[in-house]
């Protein structure tokens, strides 16, 4: 089984099912890894006390992560070439000039930015030498956490959204996600309508944005536009292309919090449906579009206890109202 760093919401779970005593076995079977993992992880990341909590877990595997890749940082490690740049930089020469020097006589280099990412983080009295002092370096184009910031900003989070699509008061408002395949790199395009349950599902050869984008688009172009005002969607990088889905679908995109996956619980209970026809670690190479529908097709024609016993079929496509079927006591 391949090993997958625990994200912060498994390490949740995790102390939520100890503290209900759930076995480490059994915690093992409901994530999809290795007894031996979920030991090491509650034995490497709790208290002193042997206590676990999430946070602090997460905190402690980063740390050890950033220090094992400080480690094999090759300034660190190549003596040679660190000796190197601190007498290159001692006669005033710039770390553009040393590196370039190194590079055409064929002796190990690194970058401009390793070198100054490594001034200003391990060495930092050989700022001194640096000809400009302005502060910490920046790359040409911006830090990647401004790039970040700037993307979050441009996104419409979950608690913009009206409360006509809170209180379901609506129809035509989706929850969307993906449900990966074995080696996580395909799967199926997840979408659930919140007043109907009404769902669909689209087979995505690599669960990539640009891939379901165009699915996404196309998929929804036979649905009335009275039917698709919005979606909301978990944070992945497959929904990175969500402003040509607004452009080209007319919806109204969202996105809900990190880690919150309960903010959109209609499609989760709903992905959790579907993996009763396509369990974890499915191939999804070995299956076909058409065997998807035909999931899709049942699901959408179970009846529901919410919809007074109608399927959201018959709410979504029929326009039934619920209220007006009432259950016999």
């Not at 060495?123 to 993307?151: D, P, V």
């Not at 659930?192 to 599902?201: A, D, F, W």
């Not at 026809?277 to 699901?299: G, H």
Request: proline residues 2%; charged residues 35%.
């Amino acid at each position: 089984m391949a090993h997958h760093h625990f994200s912060i919401e498994e390490r949740f779970k995790i102390q939520a099912w100890i503290e209900l005593n759930l076995s480490k076995a059994e915690m093992a079977r409901r994530l999809d890894k290795d007894y031996s993992t979920v030991f090491r992880e509650i034995k490497n990341n709790s208290y002193e006390n042997g206590v676990y909590k999430a946070l602090h877990a997460n905190a402690l595997a980063r740390r050890r992560r950033k220090e094992g890749k400080r480690k094999s940082k090759k300034l660190l490690c190549d003596n040679d070439l660190k000796e190197a740049l601190i007498k290159g930089m001692k006669k005033k020469k710039s770390p553009e000039q040393i590196m370039g020097e190194r590079r055409i006589t064929g002796k190990s280099f690194v970058s401009t930015e390793t070198v100054y990412s490594f001034i200003y983080s391990e060495e930092k009295y050989l700022i001194l030498f640096l000809r400009q002092k302005k502060g910490k370096y920046r790359r040409r184009h911006g830090t990647k956490n401004r790039s970040i910031a700037r993307e979050l900003m441009k996104k419409r989070r979950i608690d913009d959204r009206p409360e006509e699509i809170n209180e379901r008061k609506e129809m035509g408002h989706w929850e969307g996600d993906t449900v990966v395949g074995k080696d996580k790199q395909n799967g199926v395009a997840t979408y659930v309508e919140r007043v109907s349950g009404y769902g669909r599902g689209i087979k995505l050869e690599k669960v990539r944005a640009e891939e379901l984008k165009e699915k996404t688009v196309k998929s929804f172009s036979s649905i009335p536009k009275k039917k698709r005002k919005s979606v909301t969607y978990d944070n992945g990088s497959e929904f990175a292309e969500y402003e040509m889905i607004e452009k080209e679908t007319g919806m109204d995109v969202y996105f809900a919090n990190p880690y919150h996956s309960w903010e959109r619980g209609s499609n989760e209970n709903w992905n959790g449906l579907l993996r009763q026809y396509f369990p974890k670690r499915t191939d999804f190479d070995m299956i076909s579009q058409k065997e998807i529908d035909k999931a899709v097709r049942e699901l959408n024609n179970r009846p529901r206890k919410r919809l007074n016993y109608l399927t959201p079929y018959q709410v979504f496509v029929k326009e039934m109202n619920p209220k007006d079927y009432c259950i016999s006591s």
